[in-house]
C-alpha cells in the first residue's frame, strides 16, 4: 500500500490535489501511532485466531476451553500495558 501512495504522489498525470491527498494519507498511515496500532491490532487478532482454532478442535473439553481462554486474557491484559 506504501508503493501505491508513494507513486500516486509523484505520478506528473495526479492533479495537486489527489498527489497531496496521497502524501497526506501516506505521512498518516507511516505515523508512529498508526503503526503501533497496526501491529497492536496484528497481535490481537492471531491471538484470537489461535484461541479460536483451539475451540474449534472436536476432542476439546470445556475445562481446556476455560484454561486456554485465561491464559488468552492474560496475554491481552499484557498487551494492554506494552501498547500503552
Same mark, same amino acid.
Given at each position: 500500500?506504501?508503493? %501505491?501512495?508513494?507513486?500516486?504522489? &509523484?505520478?506528473?498525470?495526479?492533479?495537486?490535489?489527489?498527489?497531496?491527498?496521497?502524501?497526506?494519507?501516506?505521512?498518516? %498511515?507511516?505515523?508512529? +501511532?498508526?503503526?503501533?496500532?497496526?501491529?497492536?491490532?496484528? +497481535?490481537?487478532?492471531? %491471538?484470537?485466531?489461535?484461541?479460536?482454532?483451539?475451540?474449534?478442535?472436536? &476432542?476439546?473439553?470445556?475445562? +481446556?476451553?476455560?484454561?486456554?481462554?485465561?491464559?488468552?486474557? +492474560?496475554? %491481552? &491484559?499484557?498487551?494492554? &500495558?506494552?501498547?500503552?
Amino acid at each position: 500500500m506504501h508503493f %501505491l501512495f508513494e507513486q500516486l504522489s &509523484t505520478q506528473p498525470k495526479a492533479s495537486a490535489e489527489a498527489a497531496g491527498k496521497a502524501r497526506g494519507y501516506l505521512k498518516m %498511515l507511516l505515523s508512529q +501511532d498508526v503503526m503501533t496500532f497496526a501491529h497492536f491490532e496484528t +497481535d490481537v487478532i492471531g %491471538l484470537l485466531a489461535k484461541l479460536s482454532q483451539f475451540m474449534q478442535k472436536e &476432542t476439546c473439553l470445556v475445562s +481446556d476451553i476455560i484454561g486456554k481462554l485465561h491464559a488468552t486474557v +492474560d496475554v %491481552l &491484559t499484557k498487551y494492554k &500495558t506494552r501498547y500503552v
